[in-house]
């Protein structure tokens, strides 16, 4: 009976005078697709972590094992795009809501393609926001790794939204169809741009609409759903 008191006594004074050193939070997440090419965009999902001392108030993402986290997120997923092939080093940080942090790091490897594709939107209102009547801009970057031939960049814009080519790298535009075409050679190493203006009828009702396109070639064959920014929201 005496060793159970002192045992008693000893664990409350532990408790009282001692440190009680709280679990750190687990740090997990996987990525989809497992092998993903430059112009394929890899949606990176951390809803695998856990704390066990309250929830996760922050998701922090180093994608290129530079010690810096470019996106910080209260949100576990996002996508990302990798410029460059190779093997690409990923680390996630967690931290929950007692400040406990952990962290846990995975590489991916990423394909080459032909060409690297890129659309940027620029909107009159942050973030890609337009009010109906007026207009926005459209850049689509394109960067040869090999010789191409016979180059077609196709735009999918909202029935009746007009588009007027601002710059097209000395490609052939054809406006009705949102089409441009190179007869020339695309050499490796060289880099094309489409610059072009989308006006929103007046009266467009307010809601989001996506910008679907593709950039092929014939020699070598290939058909690219162009990643990047793909949405407006009409206001």
Same mark, same amino acid.
């Given at each position: 009976?005496k060793?159970?008191l ?20 687990? @740090?997990?997440? #996987?990525? !989809?697709? &497992?092998?993903?090419d430059?112009?394929? +965009?890899v949606?990176? $999902? @951390?809803?695998? #972590?856990? !704390?066990? &001392? ?5 998701? +922090?993402?180093d994608f $290129? @094992? ?13 996508s990302?795009?990798? $410029?460059?092939?190779?093997s ?6 967690v ?9 846990i790091?995975?590489a ?37 790794f090999?010789?191409?031939?016979g180059?077609?960049l196709d ?26 075409l ?13 610059i ?39 206001i």
């Open positions: 009976m060793r159970v002192w045992a008693i006594l000893v664990g409350f004074s532990w408790l009282v005078g001692g440190t009680f050193t709280q679990a750190a939070p687990q @740090a997990d997440f #996987s990525f !989809s697709p &497992e092998n993903p430059i112009n394929t +965009e949606i990176f $999902d @951390a809803g695998l #972590s856990r !704390s066990s &001392e309250g929830r996760i108030l922050r998701y +922090e993402w $290129d @094992a530079d010690g810096q986290f470019e996106e910080s997120l209260e949100s576990p997923s996002l990302h795009l990798f $410029d460059e092939s190779g690409w080093t990923i680390t996630l940080r931290r929950d809501e007692r400040g406990q942090q952990a962290t790091t995975k991916i490897s990423v394909r080459s393609a032909a060409v690297r594709v890129r659309r940027q939107i620029t909107a009159p209102i942050f973030p890609n926001r337009v009010p109906a009547g007026s207009a926005f801009q459209v850049t689509v970057m394109i960067k040869a090999q010789a191409i031939n180059l077609g735009e999918d814009l909202p029935e009746g939204w007009r588009v007027s080519s601002v710059e097209s790298s000395r490609a052939v535009f054809k406006g009705s169809e949102a089409q441009w190179w007869f020339q050679t695309i050499n490796p190493g060289e880099t094309v741009k489409v072009y203006n989308v006006t929103v009828p007046a009266g467009t009702p307010a809601g989001a609409f996506k910008i679907k396109g593709i950039v092929s070639s014939f020699s070598p064959r290939f058909e690219i759903s162009i990643p990047g920014d793909r949405e407006v929201q009409v």
